[in-house]
């Protein structure tokens, strides 16, 4: 290129510095020292006045004192290219370092997904509209998944069902023995609550010792297996939906099924069958750790004596209110470990999918668990339980 | 096989097959026969729908047109119990092996054997160190998945997927992630069991090096255009295609054409 010795004015003002105009229209850019990512000294639409300015019909390049560039210059220079293209500039890029020059070439021959294939953001309308053909389709899925479910268990029930009992033994130890801990701290801890808050209130009348029936109640006809519920959704729930779902990304859920085993058996049935025996237990147990609480409240600081609680406990709390406890928890399990295998199997093939399935595998059990006790509760009351 | 009337020679035989993700089609107009005894090769450039194929094949996607017929029998015109059953006949090896990963790798050789079979305990033992010495596991049997290597797992894969004496075998990217050497011991082991066992082989691949030594027929799947462009033995394809684009796929794009990259990575 000629024009390159035009350049000869010393640190005059910055801009000056980088570009000089040339005869017949033609601006030169000057790329000396650093131009890497993040110390371009000029910017694009610092190259756009300096072009419009001049009414320039060229743009050349002088990079004699580059000393060195990286992707930062090109990302630079593609947009100074598409800039002289929208001004009718011609771009002349026949000094720039030869490396670069390939990758330029190399970035605009792979185009790539055309532009009118690319994504536009719906209209809201659009998006509306998706949003309940959605829903619908979850819904559909979750029938469907049911209908399955139940399929898979007429099979189990006829002895046609194939699973591993070893399966069925690990679950049944990983969502039952395994829960008791947290179980009972958490059982222990929502019975010395209720025990606090119910005294506060009882003792304006000197009924202390009634603390001990209101524990005894709500613990064994709804709270106990209400926590169970809500603490195996967010421990057994999650964990089979991520299994399940780790399963689906590795295609180990493709092998059983190019084998001809229904994974609906395979996987689903035991862990449903385990939960559904497991819940009730661990609802005996956090009843009687519930119950453990509000003892320890009422002995300590109520001054209750132990044996007038027990008692108390005893003639207040009817043996239907734990049938209609154990039932709840048996609804529970159903649900908890429904929601877990379908988010399990609906789950997509990467690992955010396997997170995603985790997170909706709990907020479905638990909505489903609020649900089934609303439900429960107003049946209960209909037919006077 | 259960069925009847079957063509003698056709192992599978697609017909005018189209594949599709809800409204979007991956591919169309396939059609195309895998003779007993071939070694058949899927392939095309990356994303263009040759897992999907696959999926087609192994029966885990329903096409959206067309017909997949294996001996004569149109797989998805049988009831679902039958076609569960039907699978048997297929053994798959999956790109990354999809070992079950709660069991030990003797467990996960024995399962389809447990399913299908009445063997005894010690039989079925027996057979599963016989699966797993073939494919250089011996010894291997109480380790689980997460304790060998990928290329063991993926040999630990195919011993499965041979498990029962599959007619045929599904290979999707055989040598992905494996050296040279093991891929072409597991290239060996390919022929060999086409040549003893009369398997027949359907291979998912783009390995040109496989593609040439063990192929002996192949369909070319097309990303542009969406169907298949050619199929044949890949070495005449090589040498005699008209088509640019296979001819330039074939010899590791040293061949003229322009290639634009487009399609849907699945």
């Known amino acids: 290129m000629s024009g390159i010795e035009m350049h000869q004015q010393d640190e005059l003002a910055e801009v000056e510095d980088y570009f000089s105009r040339l005869e017949d229209g033609t601006i030169a850019l000057r790329l000396y020292g650093d131009w890497s990512a993040g110390c371009i000294p000029v910017s694009p639409r610092k190259v756009e006045e300096q072009l419009t300015a001049a009414q320039a019909s060229r743009l050349v390049f002088d990079t004699t004192q580059l000393r060195s560039w990286d992707s930062g210059l090109l990302t630079f220079l593609l947009k100074i290219k598409s800039l002289c293209a929208r001004l009718e500039v011609a771009f002349y890029e026949d000094n720039l370092p030869p490396g670069a020059r390939r990758l330029l070439a190399m970035a605009?021959?792979?185009?790539?997904?055309?532009?009118?294939?690319?994504?536009?953001?719906?209209?809201?309308?659009?998006?509306?509209?998706?949003?309940?053909?959605?829903?619908?389709?979850?819904?559909?899925?979750?029938?469907?998944?049911?209908?399955?479910?139940?399929?898979?268990?007429?099979?189990?029930?006829?002895?046609?069902?194939?699973?591993?009992?070893?399966?069925?033994?690990?679950?049944?130890?990983?969502?039952?023995?395994?829960?008791?801990?947290?179980?009972?701290?958490?059982?222990?801890?929502?019975?010395?609550?209720?025990?606090?808050?119910?005294?506060?209130?009882?003792?304006?009348?000197?009924?202390?010792?009634?603390?001990?029936?209101?524990?005894?109640?709500?613990?064994?006809?709804?709270?106990?297996?209400?926590?169970?519920?809500?603490?195996?959704?967010?421990?057994?729930?999650?964990?089979?939906?991520?299994?399940?779902?780790?399963?689906?990304?590795?295609?180990?859920?493709?092998?059983?099924?190019?084998?001809?085993?229904?994974?609906?058996?395979?996987?689903?049935?035991?862990?449903?069958?385990?939960?559904?025996?497991?819940m009730p237990l661990l609802c005996l147990y956090a009843d009687l750790m519930g119950i453990l609480g509000g003892l320890l409240v009422g002995v300590t600081m109520l001054d209750l004596n132990v044996m007038e609680y027990l008692e108390m406990t005893k003639n207040t709390v009817r043996l239907k209110d734990f049938w209609v406890g154990l039932f709840h928890s048996g609804v529970f399990g159903v649900l908890v470990a429904l929601s877990g295998c379908l988010r399990g199997v609906q789950c997509g093939r990467s690992a955010s999918a396997v997170g995603d399935a985790a997170t909706s595998a709990v907020v479905t059990s638990i909505v489903n668990i609020i649900v089934a006790t609303a439900v429960i509760t107003v049946i209960c009351n209909i037919l006077g339980i | 096989m259960t069925d009847s009337g079957r063509n003698a020679s056709a192992a599978i035989e697609v017909n005018n097959l189209t594949m599709a993700y809800g409204d979007q089609v991956i591919q169309r107009d396939l059609t195309f026969t895998v003779q007993r005894g071939d070694i058949f090769i899927i392939m095309g450039v990356s994303g263009c729908g040759k897992s999907t194929l696959l999926r087609h094949l192994i029966g885990l996607q329903r096409p959206a047109a067309g017909t997949v017929r294996f001996g004569g029998t149109d797989f998805w015109d049988l009831p679902s119990?039958?076609?569960?059953?039907?699978?048997?006949?297929?053994?798959?090896?999956?790109?990354?092996?999809?070992?079950?990963?709660?069991?030990?790798?003797?467990?996960?050789?024995?399962?389809?054997?447990?399913?299908?079979?009445?063997?005894?305990?010690?039989?079925?033992?027996?057979?599963?160190?016989?699966?797993?010495?073939?494919?250089?596991?011996?010894?291997?049997?109480?380790?689980?998945?997460?304790?060998?290597?990928?290329?063991?797992?993926?040999?630990?894969?195919?011993?499965?997927?041979?498990?029962?004496?599959?007619?045929?075998?599904?290979f999707d990217e055989p040598s992905a992630g494996l050296d040279p050497i093991s891929s072409r011991q597991l290239d060996e082991l390919i022929l060999e069991l086409r040549d003893s066992l009369g398997t027949t082989l359907v291979v998912v691949t783009h390995e040109l090096a496989s593609i040439f030594t063990i192929g002996s027929n192949s369909v070319f799947l097309d990303a542009e255009t969406r169907t298949m462009i050619a199929t044949g033995d890949p070495k005449k394809l090589r040498d005699e295609s008209d088509d640019p684009r296979v001819r330039r796929f074939l010899s590791r794009g040293e061949n003229g054409y322009t290639e634009t990259e487009g399609g849907m990575t699945r």
């Open chain 1, 108 to 278: 605009a021959d792979r185009p790539g997904r055309s532009q009118e294939v690319g994504r536009k953001p719906p209209a809201l309308l659009e998006r509306v509209a998706d949003r309940a053909i959605s829903a619908g389709r979850m819904v559909m899925d979750m029938l469907a998944f049911l209908g399955e479910a139940t399929v898979a268990f007429g099979r189990l029930l006829r002895g046609r069902a194939r699973f591993r009992g070893v399966d069925l033994w690990e679950i049944m130890r990983e969502c039952g023995a395994s829960a008791l801990p947290i179980v009972s701290l958490i059982s222990l801890l929502v019975g010395m609550i209720f025990a606090f808050v119910g005294a506060v209130q009882l003792s304006m009348f000197g009924a202390e010792i009634y603390v001990a029936s209101l524990v005894g109640i709500s613990i064994v006809r709804v709270m106990g297996a209400i926590m169970t519920g809500i603490i195996m959704a967010g421990r057994t729930g999650a964990s089979f939906a991520a299994r399940i779902g780790t399963m689906q990304v590795n295609e180990e859920i493709d092998a059983l099924s190019t084998l001809g085993i229904s994974p609906m058996e395979f996987l689903v049935l035991p862990r449903i069958i385990a939960l559904t025996l497991m």
């Open chain 2, 81 to 170: 119990d039958d076609r569960q059953h039907f699978m048997r006949h297929f053994g798959v090896l999956y790109q990354s092996g999809a070992l079950w990963s709660s069991m030990t790798l003797a467990e996960n050789i024995a399962l389809p054997l447990e399913e299908y079979t009445r063997l005894p305990r010690a039989e079925i033992a027996e057979l599963v160190s016989f699966k797993l010495a073939l494919v250089g596991l011996a010894g291997f049997e109480d380790y689980y998945p997460r304790e060998i290597s990928g290329g063991m797992k993926k040999r630990a894969g195919l011993a499965r997927a041979m498990a029962l004496d599959p007619d045929i075998l599904f």
